[in-house]
């Protein structure tokens, strides 16, 4: 089964607006995803200046009830104070207190982050410096859950939901049009060939689209203009040799008439001297046939007077 110009353009425009409109979707939605996380990253980045100020206020280090409310943020999945050696100073959970820990960020000179995968969750771990007691370079470490990032994603992916379907339905709609835009005027052109093709080379084709399609039209109202001037000179050829082989025919015809006349006159001419001849033929044979008598009856007369003579003597 055939399928259509017009399906396949309209497949292909409303194939590529989906997938546009699709990536387009994706990468606005991962936009405000990253624009939410990069939120909550300044957000604990200031909460670490802070601290440091205050540990930088204080005589002994930042008051226990300071860190408790830091470590007590609902996206704060831990917070530690380690000192130069690794080992937690302060922990939002009393059973890490004492503990020595192993870190790259242990004894940083500004804040720095990085991803890390804490109990399966992808978080952020921030860290920054402090001024701990008796001026040691201490260093503040928090784990950021991204949970409320990915909380953002399901409005976030709502609206985008909404926004592609509208688009999809405009681009639905633009193709649509676009794609008349294209059709039309090759089912213009179409109708037009149907057209000349029974011989109706008066037929024009009016194409308004700007662009190369317009360029198509006016060269095929331009070879149809060729057409119908050719078959028009062709037409007036025809009847010229029409004229001319009417004449000659008639030069022909009249030509055999002559001919007719000149045969048939000659053969009555011939026919005449024919007869004469004849006439003649019997003249002479009859004269022949007279002198043959003469000659008989010349040759019986001379015999009869030779006998007479000699009767005329012996009497």
């Known amino acids: 089964m055939k399928t259509s110009i017009f399906s396949r353009i ?10 546009a409109i699709t990536l387009v979707t994706i990468l606005h939605v991962r936009e405000h995803v990253n624009v939410f996380e990069n939120s909550i990253v300044r957000e604990k980045t200031t909460l670490l200046s802070i601290l440091k100020e205050i540990s930088e206020e204080e005589e002994d280090f930042v008051p226990e009830t300071v860190l408790k409310q830091v470590g007590d943020s609902p996206d704060i999945l831990f917070f530690w104070v380690l000192r130069p050696d690794g080992e937690i100073f302060f922990a939002d959970d009393p059973d890490y207190k004492g ?3 192993e870190d790259e960020f242990i ?16 978080i952020k771990v921030l860290a920054g410096p402090v001024e701990g007691l008796e001026e040691e370079e201490w260093t503040a470490v928090m ?11 399901i409005p976030a992916f709502s609206r985008a939901a ?16 676009l794609t008349e835009r294209i059709i039309t005027p090759l089912l213009d052109l179409r109708k037009a060939i149907r057209k000349i093709t029974k011989g109706d080379l008066s037929y024009r084709i009016n194409i308004r689209t700007g662009d190369e399609v317009e360029e198509i039209g006016k060269e095929f109202n331009l070879m149809t203009e060729k057409l119908k001037e050719t078959r028009e ?17 008639k030069e022909l015809e009249e030509l055999a008439e002559s001919l007719e006349d ?16 004849e006439k003649f033929h019997k003249l002479t044979v009859g004269r022949e046939k007279k002198m043959i008598k003469l000659k008989k009856e010349n040759k019986r007369l001379k015999k009869e007077i030779e006998k007479l003579k ?6």
């Open 10 to 19: 309209f497949g292909a425009i409303v194939f590529v607006s989906f997938v």
């Open 99 to 101: 503990m020595t820990v």
């Open 107 to 122: 004894g940083v000179s500004s804040i720095r982050f990085r991803e890390a995968d804490y109990r399966g969750r992808n």
């Open 143 to 153: 784990g950021v859950s991204m949970a409320g990032a990915t909380a953002f994603f």
């Open 162 to 177: 909404v926004i592609f379907s509208l688009a999809v339905l405009v681009s639905i709609f633009l193709a649509l049009k």
């Open 233 to 249: 000179e062709l037409e007036e050829a025809k009847k010229i040799l029409e004229i001319k082989v009417r004449a000659r025919t």
């Open 262 to 277: 000149q045969v048939e006159a000659r053969t009555e001419e011939l026919e005449r001297k024919v007869e004469e001849l």
């Open 310 to 315: 000699k009767e005329n003597e012996q009497s």
